[in-house]
């Protein structure tokens, strides 16, 4: 006999199932949101949401239940309930190009016995990496289709704010926010969007594109975008970044820039730009990081992505050491899934970070840095914009510390659903 039985036939007819489900669907399983009536008053509120509550910046644990109306905490009662769930906040991912979502397994690089010589350059530096020489032979409506497909991937791994760089100028920071809109979904993009001619300088170039044509695209990017993202210091005329970096601030608009992610060579010219989130910082020192604190400007990491692409590890303890604001991007969906529980898991293994750090890291500096005061923690006269886990999932049961636990071990497979 082979030990497999009709029990065992149902398990696995259940766990296919469930990889057939429509990617396009929640595929959440359901927890309780009721309506409810306070202290026998006339007033009802939308609902209320019970269970084990991450409430505030550090968090506080505590049981209890969440009361929303219209859509915003309005009260978070401490009390016993039945519901064990854990109620904690949706991620904000700092850093994502989702528009690099329709190549998922990409050469790293040139193979060399059992190794991978890996090319940072060669897979996403404008304009010729090969994320740019792909992006160039797709059109708009097939753009909006993949980064649809991406938005439904961020949704379903908890994120509820995800800042983009958007390449493509114009046309890609329109067909991000059109996939946005087709999702129908509840989340928010903070669009950094990118001119197409990175190469501008003061002089036409061989196409005939002037600097006036260049400040145009600049000029209408920020009439739809939330800011502007730019590579790198070294890819452009420090003319022209001083320039964008002039505009953007007029239009009250953020500017965002890649610094130190291959090595130090760009970081002082993009400190002198003064933006308002700096990304990587992998080769940041401690100079450098001490200028990046006295101008208050936010650093977002990407971990996994530094690791995928070989170029080292952020000093993360050495910029929490000089408090700066410290938060998590996925980065490129060519290279890396956007799933900020994972982007935990590698914090707190890495660096032995402290659980309540990391959780900060994850959601409330990410709200920092973004500028997104409606969200990244559960307080009341906030959004409503919350996960709801399974503690009792096979992944979760006997966890003690509800914030270990959700730091070191969750997945996405503990969601049970999104206020």
């Known amino acids: 006999m082979s030990g497999f039985d009709e029990s065992d036939f149902d398990r696995v007819s259940q766990l296919i199932a469930r ?14 949101a009721r309506l409810v009536r306070q202290d026998g008053k006339d007033c009802l509120y939308d609902c209320v949401v019970s269970g084990i509550i991450f409430a505030g910046e550090d968090p506080h644990i505590i049981s209890g239940n969440i009361y929303i109306e219209n859509g915003i905490i309005q009260e978070i009662e401490e009390r016993p309930v039945n519901s064990k769930n854990w109620i904690v906040p949706r991620f904000i991912n700092t850093h994502t190009h989702i528009g690099d979502s329709f190549l998922k397994d990409p050469a790293l690089g040139v193979p060399n016995g059992h190794v991978v010589e890996k090319n940072l350059d060669a897979l996403v530096r404008p304009p010729n990496g090969l994320k740019h020489q792909m992006l160039a032979q797709i059109g708009f409506e097939e753009s909006v289709e993949f980064m649809e497909s991406a938005v439904w991937e961020l949704f379903q791994n908890g994120i509820g704010v995800f800042a983009d760089f958007r390449e493509s100028g114009l046309e890609g920071s329109v067909a991000l926010l059109k996939a946005v809109q087709n999702t129908g979904k509840d989340i928010f993009p903070f669009v950094f969007g990118r001119p197409q001619n990175l190469s501008c300088s003061r002089s036409p170039d061989s196409k005939g594109h002037s600097m006036d044509d260049f400040f145009t695209e600049i000029r209408d990017i920020l009439e739809v975008a939330d800011g502007i993202g730019l590579s790198g210091a070294n890819d452009m005329d420090e003319y022209v970044l001083t320039k964008i970096a002039s505009k953007t601030k007029m239009k009250r608009k953020k500017l965002a820039i890649h610094a130190g992610e291959k090595d130090a ?3 002082e010219a993009a400190l002198s730009l003064s933006p308002g989130l700096l990304i990587h910082m992998t080769h940041a020192g401690g100079n450098e990081l001490q200028k990046t604190a006295d101008k208050n400007i936010p650093i977002s990491i990407c971990v996994r992505s530094n690791l995928t692409t070989g170029v080292g590890l952020p000093p993360v303890l050495k910029m929490l050491d000089q408090e700066i604001c410290v938060s998590i991007g996925t980065d490129n969906m060519m290279l890396n899934s956007p799933d900020m529980f994972e982007e935990m898991h590698f914090l707190s293994r890495l660096y032995g970070l402290s659980d309540s750090t990391v959780f900060k890291m994850a959601t409330s500096n990410g709200a920092k840095a973004l500028g997104c005061r409606f969200t990244g923690s559960i307080e009341a006269g906030k ?4 996960l709801v886990l399974n503690s009792k999932s096979l992944n979760l049961k006997n966890i003690k510390d509800p914030l270990a636990g959700f730091v070191r071990r969750a997945g996405k497979d503990d969601i049970l659903g999104i206020v």
């Open 19 to 32: 990889t057939e489900k429509d990617p396009k669907s929640d595929s959440f399983d359901s927890f309780e």
């Open 265 to 267: 060579s760009d970081i």
């Open 383 to 386: 959004k409503a914009d919350m």
